[in-house]
């Protein structure tokens, strides 16, 4: 166990690592996941979301197994390695109220961090002004921790309180294969669109867990790589170039690069609000403490706070569909830009206002 610890905490072992995370992120693909959309948290979660009823938006409901397997491999990962510490935080509502936010930019966009690097190795040159937004939001963030902010330390918690979030994904998968017939009608399935567009079971599953295990071990964040940088620390950085480069040449492989702006999969070349929507998740993952797989891997380990980011992101992701707020291929929502600059000033607020406050 400690042979493989310290090989993951290592630059090689972070350059394997995202090796690892783009050849599965392209392999759900090829087994069924929608196109430049093998693993997408944010989108994950909205189709999850959706299969539960908390927003009906046809085209994208469906229980992702992919999000199970990752909170479920950082769990198990967690025990083994006897990093698994239930805590919890004060500041609950900040934290979800960035999720929420976190949500609503990323889905003005169209996809994650996580995506938004899948979508570059697709070749979807889009991606690059949400980059560039993320970035600048990244940035912002970094200007209020430096004046003080901080997004606290957990507090020890009891141990039953870290298997809530475990326990739920058991559940979650349960509703899934076992398909209950609800007077609701819960849980919903998609039958056209992008929900209707995923990998068999074993394989979402199991790509989930290689993922969870991997990103534990090595504490991955496409925030934290972002940000190092501008601290010049580069050994997250050449994880995240890593993954890009293992998701590009499996791409290259399979014939599945068509550079370009227009005619990409879910996406849109609506770039002010591209740019816009990231740098409003960028922000609100700073602030947050991690990016949207961060989280999820954090809750797996029993961080509490880190979970409330994450039930922000599923009301998030009810809002942008419950109300005109989420893009699609064809441009940004009526109430897209609106959410954005609201989103922005919410969340300058809580960095200025939030200064050496522990959780």
């Not at 908390?54 to 469906?62: E, G, N, P």
């Not at 805590?87 to 900040?94: F, I, N």
Request: with cysteine; hydrophobic share 50%.
């Amino acid at each position: 166990m400690m042979g493989s610890k310290c090989l993951l905490r290592t630059r090689a072992g972070f350059i394997i690592s995202g090796l690892l995370i783009g050849f599965s992120a392209v392999m759900l693909q090829k087994f069924g996941n929608p196109a430049n959309m093998g693993i997408c948290i944010t989108c994950f979660i909205r189709d999850t979301a959706g299969a539960l009823g908390l927003h009906r938006a046809a085209a994208v409901q469906y229980i992702r197994p992919e999000l199970i397997g990752l909170l479920l491999g950082s769990f198990i990962t967690s025990m083994i390695f006897r990093e698994f510490r239930p805590r919890s935080g004060s500041a609950s509502t900040v934290k979800f109220t960035l999720g929420f936010f976190a949500m609503i930019g990323t889905l003005v966009f169209l996809g994650c961090p996580w995506r938004m690097i899948i979508r570059l190795a697709g070749g979807d040159l889009n991606a690059i002004i949400g980059f560039t937004g993320l970035v600048t939001g990244i940035r912002a963030g970094i200007y209020f921790r430096q004046s003080g902010y901080d997004p606290g330390n957990g507090i020890k918690d009891r141990q039953l309180t870290g298997l809530i979030i475990p326990v739920s994904a058991l559940l979650l998968i349960l509703l899934l294969i076992v398909k209950p017939e609800l007077p609701s009608g819960v849980p919903f399935e998609s039958t056209s669109g992008p929900g209707a567009m995923h990998a068999p079971l074993y394989a979402s599953i199991g790509f989930g867990l290689l993922i969870g295990f991997v990103a534990q071990r090595t504490r991955f964040c496409t925030i934290g790589a972002i940000r190092s940088v501008f601290f010049r620390e580069f050994d997250l950085l050449f994880m995240l170039l890593s993954f890009l480069s293992g998701a590009f040449i499996l791409n290259l492989l399979f014939g599945q690069v068509n550079p370009g702006f227009s005619g990409q999969p879910v996406a849109h070349s609506d770039h002010i609000w591209s740019f816009g929507g990231m740098l409003l998740a960028g922000l609100a993952f700073v602030l947050g403490g991690g990016c949207p797989g961060r989280q999820l891997i954090l809750s797996g380990e029993g961080d509490g706070s880190a979970a409330v980011f994450v039930f922000g992101m599923f009301a998030g992701a009810a809002a942008v569909h419950n109300f005109p707020i989420a893009s699609t291929p064809g441009g940004t929502a009526s109430w897209g830009p609106a959410a954005v600059i609201i989103g922005i000033v919410v969340c300058i607020i809580i960095g200025s206002s939030n200064r050496n406050v522990k959780n």
